[in-house]
């Protein structure tokens, strides 16, 4: 049975679509989603964000409870009233009622689960996951009463997490065999709630973290084996920078999948960087495009690009970065206890950022996410213990409010003398380099900075290289 299936959905290949916060934002987004939707041909999958900011508010909300403060109940009123209105404007009057109904049981719910919270003075994470779900439930039930003939799929019974150290990653194998389950028959267009999961174990609400709406359209497309995933945002496509902070930043006509993946997991807010992995196992492009000028050409991302120039294809930034320096007291020492300390944060499921043995000193450098630090600093500090008293380990050095920088393009390889360029750049400006890595065959040179010189950096390096 299960191979009849899956035999259906390779002969019926697919686009998957997914639209963000932003494009699910206001009344107008919607309309243009609904056009976007509508101009393509069938059957598709469409996987949607919360509305642009509830997420944000929800928690904000939740947290607003636990402390015991009232208001939380007008935050309550405010984003049912949100929902309300978008239905009230957009939907068919022969679908309205229904969609109410729909979105006002969601909304009681949450409510019923904001009193909990308040009454016990208390928000544990799987309540908050709970209140979290919510945004993605109700936008998608709004999106698929929008458009004709559209069938909402429920995430919530096909991406399964398992808990990982206390976070919950996705479950790929269930997961794709549970998505080929539940697309068997997929006619027309799918509406699915991005974000969401539940524990493949207790069944519990959980979700894929935040921005996980892409890795849900991403799953969606391995498993189906997608001719395509497009991610439809709010601008024209993956800049060379964060165009926020470089407003002349350009658009990519082309990316390679690691490139893109190695901006994104160094900070490129456009992709949840785990999206990338599952299409590029399948070979499937993802294409960025704007939900606001539908027109403009995007980015693609695939494996390779046959007008491929192999230039720097951007710059990319994380802030809240700690450093540890391990200074040791030889270069050999330092070999053995680098490869301790990775295994020691990869046992305890911590995401090393940047990793360095320095060439002059014998020294060992871990750049982590700040609000891993502490876990960092006593896995370190349990690890090295002997080495700590018999000194061969003379200290672990810790330095908060930092911030990695990253220069990505596989163009990097050949450009052997862009390093010493990029180092000569920022010390000219005063910008002092805490600890940079690039391994010759490698795309990405990264470094670190203080957090208060990132801005800086990055205009420094945009207007060298591009
Ligand atoms: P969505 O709600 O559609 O998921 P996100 O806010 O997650 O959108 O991602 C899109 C935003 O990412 C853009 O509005 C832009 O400000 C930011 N961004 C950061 N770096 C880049 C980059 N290199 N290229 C494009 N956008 C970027
Ligand atoms: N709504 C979720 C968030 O804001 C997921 C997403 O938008 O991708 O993080
Ligand atoms: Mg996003």
């Known amino acids: 049975m299960r191979s009849l299936m899956a035999h259906k959905i390779i002969l019926t290949k697919m686009k998957v679509l997914k639209f963000g916060g932003t494009s699910v934002g206001t009344v107008d987004s919607l309309r243009s989603v609904k056009r976007i939707v509508e101009s393509n041909a069938t059957p598709i999958i469409v996987v949607v964000s919360a509305l642009g900011g509830l997420t944000d508010r929800l928690i904000a909300t939740a947290r607003k409870a636990a402390s015991g403060d009232e208001s939380y109940r007008e935050d309550m009123a405010a984003m049912s009233q949100r929902h309300y209105d978008i239905i009230n404007e957009l939907i068919p009057a022969a679908r309205r009622a229904d969609t109410l109904d729909k979105v006002n049981d969601l909304l009681s719910q949450l409510g019923r689960n904001y009193d909990g919270v308040y009454l016990l003075r208390d928000l544990p994470a799987h309540t908050l996951d709970v209140i979290v779900s919510f945004g993605e439930r109700m936008s998608s ?88 995933l497009e991610i439809w945002t709010d601008v024209d496509g993956f800049m060379s920078a964060d165009p926020r902070v470089i407003p002349d930043a350009r658009v990519m006509p082309t990316m390679t999948f690691i490139e893109s993946m190695e901006l994104c997991s160094f900070g490129a807010k456009v992709i949840y960087p785990p999206t990338i992995y599952p299409v590029f196992h399948k070979n499937i492009p993802i294409k960025i495009l704007n939900t606001f000028n539908p027109e403009a050409p995007g980015t693609l991302i695939c494996d390779h690009n046959e007008n491929e120039n192999t230039g720097i294809k951007g710059i990319s930034s994380i802030k809240g970065i700690t450093l540890f320096s391990l200074s040791t007291i030889s270069h050999r020492e330092s070999k053995q206890l680098r490869s301790r300390a990775l295994n020691a944060l990869a046992r305890r499921g911590v995401t090393l950022l940047h990793a360095t043995r320095e060439d002059g000193e014998p020294m060992v450098t871990l750049a982590v996410a700040g609000s891993d630090a502490d876990t960092v600093y006593s896995l370190l500090a349990s690890e090295f213990a002997p080495e700590l008293s018999k000194g061969t380990l003379k200290d672990i050095k810790r330095t908060d409010r930092l911030a990695t920088v990253a220069v990505v393009g596989e163009g990097m390889r050949e450009r052997t003398r862009l390093a010493p360029r990029i180092l000569n750049t920022l010390h000219r400006d005063s910008i002092n380099v805490a600890s940079y890595t690039h391994k010759p065959s490698a795309t990405t040179l990264s470094f670190v900075v203080k957090e208060e010189a990132v801005s800086r950096t990055l205009q420094l390096l945009h207007a060298l290289m591009f």
């Open 141 to 228: 039930v709004i999106v698929t009463a929008m458009i004709d003939g559209a069938s909402r799929y429920d995430s919530l019974t096909f991406i399964k997490t398992e808990n990982w150290f206390s976070k919950n990653i996705a479950d790929q194998k269930l997961t794709t065999r549970l998505i080929r389950e539940a697309f068997a028959d997929l006619e027309g267009v799918a509406i699915v709630p991005g974000f969401i999961s539940t524990d493949r174990d207790s069944g519990i609400i959980t979700n894929l973290g935040r921005g996980g709406s892409d890795f849900t359209a991403a799953l969606i497309a391995a498993a189906l084996d997608a001719t395509l």
